[in-house]
């Protein structure tokens, strides 16, 4: 890893997720060679303006005919057990990022993927992506439910510059005592054990709070035409992962507006 790189302005949790799904492949590449199997990860500055990450194994290479379609989605060199998804996820990503990934394999080589991302730094102030102005939450008190402490951690990290006051819990039954105590936003992991997020919504209106149209939820997976129709009746959003901050931020700015 080179000592001297400069910083990039990037969402950490999704490049690492690229990342992770890259040395995921690399290692279910190389599980099966009976000779020596190497995995090298390396990083250098591309001039003052870029970055480059190279992920290269030693496993059999991807076949020339998948090659040029790699990204694209539900195109996998592991047969049924694999979902096709991973790549074009991180290919996303990546986009998202202002950057560029690519793929080289030659026949029976392994393969070396390579990540280019632009230098940069914060902006001033959190900005969203429709506006481009600062988004203030000032005395504004969102709740997150989720009981995994990571992702905790990252919406917390996109919150704190806004100036709201951010609390979280794990349980739903933790939410609820919150929802009768002032709440002006909810962002809550849909796919959490034991909830009827629509029977909390229908509480939380004949409560009279305010808060009752005022959910973010945050699913990996779809929820079904049924549900989703319903969740939108009742004032809700959803937000399906992977997402960015800029758009995790303008999801909160449209409903707390």
């Known amino acids: 890893m080179a000592a001297d790189l400069p910083p990039v302005w990037a969402d950490g949790h999704q490049l690492q997720q690229v990342l992770v799904n ?30 480059r990450i190279s992920v290269e194994d030693t496993g059999p290479g991807i076949p020339p005919e998948v090659l040029p379609k790699i990204f694209d989605p539900f195109v996998t060199t592991k047969g049924s057990a694999g979902t096709g998804l991973g790549l074009s996820i991180s290919y996303g990503i ?6 560029q990934i690519t793929v080289d394999s030659p026949p029976g080589r392994g393969a070396t993927f390579t990540i280019d991302l632009p230098v940069g730094t914060a902006a001033a102030g959190v900005r969203s992506e429709a506006g481009g102005q600062p988004l203030a939450l000032a ?4 709740l997150i ?3 995994d402490q990571s992702v905790q951690k990252i919406l917390l990290e996109h919150l704190e510059p806004t100036g709201c006051t951010a609390l979280t819990v794990a349980r739903a039954d933790e939410a609820r005592q919150q929802l009768r ?4 936003l909810v962002v809550a992991d849909f796919n959490l054990d034991g909830v009827d997020w629509l029977e909390l919504l229908r509480q939380a ?3 009279g709070a305010a808060v009752g149209r005022r959910f973010i939820f945050l699913t990996a997976r ?34 707390v507006s």
């Open 222 to 255: 779809p929820v079904g035409e049924e549900v989703d129709t319903a969740l939108r009746d009742a004032g809700a959003r959803l937000l399906y992962k992977p997402f960015t901050g800029d758009q995790f931020l303008d999801a909160v700015r449209g409903t």
């Open 139 to 142: 005395g504004k008190r969102i």
């Open 145 to 147: 439910v989720e009981h």
């Open 205 to 207: 209106e004949a409560l």
């Open 94 to 99: 990546i986009r998202e990022h202002g950057g």
């Open 181 to 184: 105590e002032g709440i002006d």
């Open 22 to 51: 890259l040395v995921t492949n690399a290692k279910q590449a190389m599980a099966e060679l009976p000779a020596e199997r190497r995995l090298k990860v390396a990083t250098r500055a591309l001039g003052p303006d870029r970055v």
